[in-house]
Protein backbone atom coordinates (compact mmCIF):
# COMPACT_ATOMS: atom_id res chain seq x y z
CA UNK A 1 0.00 0.00 0.00
CA UNK A 2 1.63 3.47 -1.23
CA UNK A 3 0.15 6.65 0.46
CA UNK A 4 1.59 9.35 -1.88
CA UNK A 5 0.98 12.10 0.30
CA UNK A 6 2.85 10.85 3.37
CA UNK A 7 5.47 9.18 1.44
CA UNK A 8 4.78 6.00 3.17
CA UNK A 9 4.35 2.08 1.96
CA UNK A 10 3.40 -0.76 3.83
CA UNK A 11 4.22 -4.44 2.76
CA UNK A 12 1.94 -6.89 4.05
CA UNK A 13 3.94 -10.38 4.14
CA UNK A 14 3.31 -13.34 6.30
CA UNK A 15 3.63 -13.92 10.07
CA UNK A 16 7.49 -15.99 10.47
CA UNK A 17 8.79 -14.14 7.58
CA UNK A 18 12.55 -12.80 7.53
CA UNK A 19 12.79 -9.49 7.36
CA UNK A 20 16.32 -8.94 8.03
CA UNK A 21 17.77 -9.72 4.51
CA UNK A 22 15.00 -8.56 1.91
CA UNK A 23 15.72 -7.42 -1.81
CA UNK A 24 13.40 -4.71 -2.76
CA UNK A 25 12.09 -4.27 -6.65
CA UNK A 26 10.87 -1.03 -7.83
CA UNK A 27 10.58 1.51 -10.72
CA UNK A 28 11.72 5.20 -10.42
CA UNK A 29 11.56 8.17 -12.54
CA UNK A 30 14.53 9.42 -10.40
CA UNK A 31 18.10 9.11 -11.22
CA UNK A 32 19.69 8.07 -8.23
CA UNK A 33 17.72 5.60 -4.98
CA UNK A 34 19.27 5.32 -1.34
CA UNK A 35 18.61 3.62 1.61
CA UNK A 36 20.63 2.87 5.02
CA UNK A 37 23.68 4.62 3.37
CA UNK A 38 23.99 2.70 0.26
CA UNK A 39 22.99 3.12 -3.62
CA UNK A 40 19.86 0.71 -4.42
CA UNK A 41 19.74 -1.34 -7.19
CA UNK A 42 16.15 -2.34 -8.05
CA UNK A 43 15.52 -6.51 -7.42
CA UNK A 44 19.47 -6.48 -5.85
CA UNK A 45 20.65 -4.45 -3.31
CA UNK A 46 18.95 -6.55 0.23
CA UNK A 47 17.97 -4.24 3.22
CA UNK A 48 17.00 -5.01 6.86
CA UNK A 49 13.21 -4.43 7.18
CA UNK A 50 13.11 -5.35 10.90
CA UNK A 51 12.99 -1.32 11.49
CA UNK A 52 11.44 0.86 8.72
CA UNK A 53 13.56 1.89 5.94
CA UNK A 54 14.03 4.95 4.24
CA UNK A 55 14.65 5.17 0.74
CA UNK A 56 15.42 8.32 -0.72
CA UNK A 57 14.60 9.17 -4.69
CA UNK A 58 16.90 11.87 -5.83
CA UNK A 59 16.59 13.68 -9.41
CA UNK A 60 18.63 14.96 -11.85
CA UNK A 61 17.94 18.04 -11.11
CA UNK A 62 19.01 17.27 -7.70
CA UNK A 63 15.47 17.81 -5.66
CA UNK A 64 14.75 14.55 -3.62
CA UNK A 65 12.05 12.67 -2.04
CA UNK A 66 12.14 10.15 0.78
CA UNK A 67 9.58 7.23 0.91
CA UNK A 68 9.42 5.07 4.44
CA UNK A 69 8.77 1.73 3.73
CA UNK A 70 7.39 -0.40 6.51
CA UNK A 71 7.22 -4.51 6.97
CA UNK A 72 3.61 -5.42 8.41
CA UNK A 73 2.70 -8.87 9.16
CA UNK A 74 -0.88 -10.78 7.84
CA UNK A 75 -2.76 -13.82 7.93
CA UNK A 76 -2.11 -16.08 4.77
CA UNK A 77 -2.89 -19.63 4.39
CA UNK A 78 -1.77 -21.52 1.10
CA UNK A 79 -2.80 -25.12 0.10
CA UNK A 80 -0.51 -27.03 -2.77
CA UNK A 81 -1.68 -30.30 -3.38
CA UNK A 82 -0.21 -33.13 -5.48
CA UNK A 83 -2.14 -34.79 -8.60
CA UNK A 84 -4.04 -37.91 -6.81
CA UNK A 85 -4.46 -36.07 -3.45
CA UNK A 86 -8.12 -36.94 -2.68
CA UNK A 87 -8.65 -34.05 -0.25
CA UNK A 88 -7.05 -30.94 -2.77
CA UNK A 89 -8.03 -32.64 -5.81
CA UNK A 90 -4.71 -31.38 -7.59
CA UNK A 91 -5.72 -28.28 -7.19
CA UNK A 92 -4.00 -24.82 -5.52
CA UNK A 93 -5.85 -22.59 -3.03
CA UNK A 94 -4.97 -19.09 -1.30
CA UNK A 95 -6.14 -17.49 0.90
CA UNK A 96 -6.26 -14.22 2.67
CA UNK A 97 -8.77 -12.26 5.15
CA UNK A 98 -10.08 -10.48 1.75
CA UNK A 99 -11.05 -13.46 0.33
CA UNK A 100 -11.91 -15.79 2.56
CA UNK A 101 -13.66 -15.83 6.72
CA UNK A 102 -10.51 -17.68 8.08
CA UNK A 103 -11.02 -18.78 12.01
CA UNK A 104 -7.69 -19.45 13.97
CA UNK A 105 -8.54 -21.15 17.79
CA UNK A 106 -6.15 -22.68 20.27
CA UNK A 107 -7.32 -24.58 23.22
CA UNK A 108 -4.18 -26.01 25.41
CA UNK A 109 -2.78 -28.30 22.72
CA UNK A 110 -4.83 -28.27 19.90
CA UNK A 111 -4.81 -26.01 16.93
CA UNK A 112 -8.14 -25.37 14.82
CA UNK A 113 -7.87 -23.36 11.73
CA UNK A 114 -11.18 -23.16 9.82
CA UNK A 115 -11.91 -21.33 6.33
CA UNK A 116 -15.34 -19.81 4.60
CA UNK A 117 -14.18 -19.00 1.12
CA UNK A 118 -14.78 -19.88 -2.55
CA UNK A 119 -13.87 -23.13 -0.70
CA UNK A 120 -14.46 -24.61 3.14
CA UNK A 121 -11.92 -26.45 5.10
CA UNK A 122 -11.78 -27.72 8.64
CA UNK A 123 -8.31 -28.72 10.30
CA UNK A 124 -6.71 -29.60 13.87
CA UNK A 125 -3.60 -29.87 14.73
CA UNK A 126 -2.62 -31.79 18.17
CA UNK A 127 0.69 -31.40 19.81
CA UNK A 128 1.47 -34.34 22.18
CA UNK A 129 -0.79 -34.08 24.97
CA UNK A 130 2.23 -33.66 28.00
CA UNK A 131 1.91 -30.04 26.52
CA UNK A 132 0.20 -27.39 27.94
CA UNK A 133 0.23 -25.39 24.52
CA UNK A 134 1.42 -24.97 21.33
CA UNK A 135 5.72 -25.08 20.80
CA UNK A 136 7.83 -25.01 18.18
CA UNK A 137 9.40 -28.04 16.39
CA UNK A 138 8.28 -30.49 14.23
CA UNK A 139 5.63 -33.18 14.75
CA UNK A 140 6.40 -36.31 12.82
CA UNK A 141 4.69 -39.41 12.27
CA UNK A 142 1.22 -38.46 12.99
CA UNK A 143 -2.22 -40.35 12.35
CA UNK A 144 -5.61 -38.71 11.68
CA UNK A 145 -7.19 -36.49 14.52
CA UNK A 146 -8.89 -37.16 16.79
CA UNK A 147 -7.98 -40.64 16.46
CA UNK A 148 -3.82 -40.42 17.02
CA UNK A 149 -1.60 -41.34 19.43
CA UNK A 150 -1.77 -38.86 22.31
CA UNK A 151 2.16 -39.14 22.56
CA UNK A 152 2.69 -38.03 19.00
CA UNK A 153 -0.36 -35.96 18.52
CA UNK A 154 -2.36 -35.98 15.45
CA UNK A 155 -3.53 -33.55 12.59
CA UNK A 156 -6.27 -33.48 9.95
CA UNK A 157 -7.83 -31.74 7.54
CA UNK A 158 -10.65 -32.29 5.25
CA UNK A 159 -13.53 -29.92 3.57
CA UNK A 160 -15.76 -29.71 0.56
CA UNK A 161 -17.18 -32.71 1.63
CA UNK A 162 -13.70 -34.76 1.44
CA UNK A 163 -11.79 -36.21 4.53
CA UNK A 164 -9.68 -38.92 4.78
CA UNK A 165 -10.60 -41.97 6.73
CA UNK A 166 -7.06 -43.31 7.76
CA UNK A 167 -4.02 -40.55 7.21
CA UNK A 168 -0.24 -40.06 7.86
CA UNK A 169 1.45 -36.70 7.91
CA UNK A 170 3.52 -34.20 9.80
CA UNK A 171 3.70 -30.32 10.95
CA UNK A 172 6.16 -27.46 11.71
CA UNK A 173 5.11 -24.55 14.12
CA UNK A 174 7.93 -22.57 13.03
CA UNK A 175 6.88 -19.57 14.81
CA UNK A 176 4.31 -19.12 17.25
CA UNK A 177 3.54 -16.31 20.14
CA UNK A 178 1.48 -15.60 22.86
CA UNK A 179 0.18 -12.93 25.16
CA UNK A 180 -1.09 -13.70 28.73
CA UNK A 181 -2.10 -17.13 27.45
CA UNK A 182 -4.03 -15.84 24.28
CA UNK A 183 -2.42 -16.97 21.00
CA UNK A 184 -1.58 -13.89 19.01
CA UNK A 185 0.00 -15.52 15.90
CA UNK A 186 1.27 -18.74 14.41
CA UNK A 187 3.49 -19.68 11.49
CA UNK A 188 3.00 -23.38 10.66
CA UNK A 189 3.52 -25.62 7.66
CA UNK A 190 2.14 -29.34 7.16
CA UNK A 191 1.86 -32.01 4.90
CA UNK A 192 -1.04 -35.10 4.82
CA UNK A 193 -1.13 -38.39 3.05
CA UNK A 194 -4.62 -40.47 3.10
CA UNK A 195 -5.37 -43.71 2.54
CA UNK A 196 -1.88 -44.51 2.61
CA UNK A 197 -0.74 -42.81 -0.59
CA UNK A 198 1.97 -40.89 -1.93
CA UNK A 199 0.27 -38.00 -3.02
CA UNK A 200 0.07 -35.30 -0.66
CA UNK A 201 -1.67 -31.86 0.69
CA UNK A 202 0.60 -29.56 1.32
CA UNK A 203 -0.23 -26.43 3.16
CA UNK A 204 1.42 -23.22 4.93
CA UNK A 205 -0.45 -21.31 7.79
CA UNK A 206 0.90 -17.71 8.97
CA UNK A 207 -1.15 -16.13 10.93
CA UNK A 208 -1.89 -13.08 13.68
CA UNK A 209 -4.60 -11.86 15.31
CA UNK A 210 -3.12 -8.28 14.50
CA UNK A 211 -4.26 -8.41 10.91
CA UNK A 212 -7.74 -6.19 10.82
CA UNK A 213 -8.29 -6.96 6.64
CA UNK A 214 -12.27 -7.65 6.09
CA UNK A 215 -13.67 -9.04 2.83
CA UNK A 216 -14.39 -5.62 0.35
CA UNK A 217 -18.16 -4.71 0.70
CA UNK A 218 -20.35 -3.83 -2.14
CA UNK A 219 -20.19 -1.15 -4.28
CA UNK A 220 -22.07 2.05 -3.56
CA UNK A 221 -23.37 4.23 -5.22
CA UNK A 222 -23.90 1.67 -7.98
CA UNK A 223 -21.64 1.92 -11.00
CA UNK A 224 -23.10 4.12 -14.02
CA UNK A 225 -23.95 2.14 -16.94
CA UNK A 226 -25.52 -0.64 -16.03
CA UNK A 227 -28.03 -2.48 -18.07
CA UNK A 228 -31.45 -1.17 -17.73
CA UNK A 229 -34.59 -2.82 -19.78
CA UNK A 230 -36.06 -0.23 -22.18
CA UNK A 231 -39.01 1.65 -22.19
CA UNK A 232 -41.84 0.00 -22.97
CA UNK A 233 -40.44 -3.27 -23.12
CA UNK A 234 -41.54 -4.90 -19.90
CA UNK A 235 -44.90 -6.47 -19.98
CA UNK A 236 -47.99 -4.86 -18.46
CA UNK A 237 -47.70 -5.69 -14.70
CA UNK A 238 -50.51 -8.43 -13.84
CA UNK A 239 -47.44 -9.12 -11.22
CA UNK A 240 -45.48 -6.16 -9.50
CA UNK A 241 -41.74 -8.24 -8.88
CA UNK A 242 -39.64 -6.66 -6.29
CA UNK A 243 -36.14 -8.19 -7.14
CA UNK A 244 -33.99 -7.92 -3.41
CA UNK A 245 -30.12 -8.72 -3.46
CA UNK A 246 -27.63 -10.30 -0.93
CA UNK A 247 -24.24 -9.74 -1.70
CA UNK A 248 -21.77 -12.61 -0.48
CA UNK A 249 -18.61 -10.95 -1.08
CA UNK A 250 -15.85 -14.13 -2.14
CA UNK A 251 -12.51 -12.70 -3.16
CA UNK A 252 -12.55 -9.52 -5.23
CA UNK A 253 -15.69 -10.09 -6.45
CA UNK A 254 -19.79 -10.43 -5.86
CA UNK A 255 -22.02 -13.11 -6.46
CA UNK A 256 -25.00 -11.84 -6.60
CA UNK A 257 -28.33 -14.37 -5.39
CA UNK A 258 -31.21 -12.90 -6.41
CA UNK A 259 -35.23 -13.67 -5.32
CA UNK A 260 -38.27 -12.30 -6.72
CA UNK A 261 -41.22 -11.77 -4.53
CA UNK A 262 -44.79 -10.25 -5.45
CA UNK A 263 -47.31 -9.24 -3.34
CA UNK A 264 -50.75 -9.31 -4.15
CA UNK A 265 -52.02 -5.91 -4.18
CA UNK A 266 -56.32 -6.97 -3.59
CA UNK A 267 -58.02 -10.69 -3.68
CA UNK A 268 -58.30 -10.64 -7.12
CA UNK A 269 -54.89 -9.99 -7.80
CA UNK A 270 -52.75 -12.90 -8.78
CA UNK A 271 -51.75 -15.25 -6.39
CA UNK A 272 -47.72 -14.11 -4.30
CA UNK A 273 -45.15 -16.47 -5.60
CA UNK A 274 -41.06 -16.80 -5.37
CA UNK A 275 -38.88 -17.91 -7.94
CA UNK A 276 -35.08 -17.28 -8.03
CA UNK A 277 -33.39 -14.60 -10.29
CA UNK A 278 -29.64 -15.62 -11.81
Not at 58 to 68: K, P, Q, R, V, W
Amino acid sequence: MIDEASKSIVVVLPFGTDVTSLVAVFTTTGSVVQAAGAFQISGTTPNDFTNPVVYTVYAADGTSAAYTVTISFGTHIFLRSDAGDFIGQGKDYDYFPGNAQISVNASGALLTVNIRGDEQWWSDFKVPDNMSQLQTGTYAGLKRYPFHDPVQGGLNWSGEGRGCNVLSGWFAIDEVMYENGILKAIALRFEQHCEGGTPALHGRISWTSDDKTVPRGPVYPMPAGLWQPAMGSTPVPAITFICRAIFKIISDRAKHIFTLRTTPRSPSAPQTAIYPCM
